[in-house]
């Protein structure tokens, strides 16, 4: 089996006073283990409210999720689901518990009852991983937001998960604190083969993924990889979505009548495509 | 002149095993209606210099005059200096705190001792200007709202004290593109609108280029660049070193440059990259 998740008309409804309210309206899609997966859209087109269901904080009020083969809908499947989708939210104040790094990363196995020298080697592995080791023995609340986020992220990786949700990770946090955790997040994805699950709506960070989902209103909008969903400038714009500046430059170069390809999205390839 | 700053200092912890210097002689003038944007690195002292400005930190030393009140001195009054100065804190919407979002905005305006008349209108005139209905929203509970909103009833609430100068610290952040459009939209219309001196902490290039008339650039305490966005992309590299970035165009016009391409070097919009490009490309095929 190849999918890590799959999604098959998924809709979730609340009620909000008493109106009905479709957060999510019958969303299928899937996503491939080993995947780097951007899902964008901007406040309250339900791409949290997707999140949410991939490690069962969230059940679907009609359709299935499965996460590795498993429904989330049955409660005996939610803390095996929950062991291998592992999730990263927004605020990395609100995910720290311990008062120690180190601490902090051994929480999630410990609760998963694995045996202490086990956790020990968990633990100084996940902190090598997202490049924190020399922070180990120091309090979560003197590091930097984008130290935060890896400690987070180190905290997931301890419990050894097939896949990871990132929600806005780096909504918080300024530029040099968005590179270091979408650095590790890259480096997790390539050499750790951990699927990953961005929600983003900076889409500087969605350029390199294998895919990206478009949402507005509860609906899957816009699906492919970068070039195929970048070059699309005219409705991303009308979504009030951002477009990477190289696209939109590629793309108004191309209305000036320039011969160039608008699947064009770092800097890098513009350079090479005007002045090689 | 709206503000001054003299060789401000400000140490924390001194003389404990965990001193810091957060500000080292930062020398700094502001002009009546200017419109500036504070860009730094997390730990540059950017935070600590705007908390200076409306009496909330007291300098180790150097001295602050805003419209030539010294609020360094011993005996100046803090309500006098929040009158002028309105400072509106990173995710203010987690501040809101009444039953309705009129009592929310007025609560500011009350603790001046204006009459109920004068509450109403600039709790109408903040609201106004923030986009807010004032007629649908005014009995409702700010909790209520979605977070975009919060954040404009929090903003509403300092507009109210009617500041002569109002500093914004990170107002789109967490927000997504449309909701950052609509604040900053916001933040200039009260700009025009008032003449009022703006002060933007930010961290986005992008945004900052376009709205304000000058940047100022913080380093370790220190101011590192000031200047008009233009002047201040010129220094792409080192501020790429101090961990601030620059525009991807910007980014791309110094590529090319270096290159070869002879592209002007103060360029920072799209359209300005856009247009010099094909007057190079155009010239070279003519060439």
Known sequence: ?????????????????????????????????????????????????????????????????????MDTSDIENTWAIRQVAGMVFQNPDNQLVATVVEEDVAFGPENLGIEPKEIRARVDEALKNVRMTEFAKKAPHLLSGGQKQRVAIAGIIAMKPQCI?????????????????????????????????????????????????????????????????????????????DVPQMTELAYELKEEGLDISSEILTVEEMVNKLWP | MAVIIKDLVHIYNPGSPFESTALNKVNLEINDGEFIGLIGHTGSGKSTLIQHLNGLLKPSSGKILINDLDITSKDVSLTEVRKKVGLVFQYPEYQLFEETIYKDIAFGPSNLGLSEAEIEIRVKDAMEITGLDYELLKERSPFELSGGQRRRVAIAGVLAMRPDILILDEPTAGLDPRGRDEILREIKEIHKKHNTTIILVSHSMEDISKLVDRIIVMNKGAVEYSGTPREIFRYGKRLTEIGLGVPKVVELAISLREKGMPIKEDVITIEEVKSEILRNLRSKKNA
């Not at chain 1, 008309?9 to 957060?23: I, P, S």
């Not at chain 1, 491939?32 to 059940?59: D, P, W, Y």
């Not at chain 1, 990953?196 to 478009?214: L, S």
């Open chain 1, 165 to 241: 949700v990132l929600d806005e990770p780096t909504a918080m946090l300024d530029p040099r604190g968005r590179k270091e955790v979408m650095d590790t997040v890259y480096r997790l994805n390539q050499e750790e083969k951990i699927t990953v699950i961005n929600i983003t709506h900076f889409m500087e960070e969605a350029v390199n993924a294998d895919k990206i989902f478009v949402m507005e209103n509860g609906r899957v909008i816009m699906q492919g990889t970068p070039t195929e969903i970048f070059k699309e400038v005219k409705k991303l714009k009308e979504l009030g979505l």
């Open chain 1, 1 to 69: 089996m190849d999918k890590m998740i799959r999604i098959e008309n998924l809709t979730f409804e609340y009620t909000d006073g008493d109106r009905v309210v479709k957060a999510i309206d019958n969303v299928s899609l899937d996503i491939k283990k080993g995947e780097f997966v951007a899902i964008i859209g901007h406040n309250g087109s339900g791409k949290s409210t997707l999140a949410k269901h991939l490690n069962a904080i969230l059940i679907p009020t009609s359709g299935k999720v499965f996460v590795a083969d």
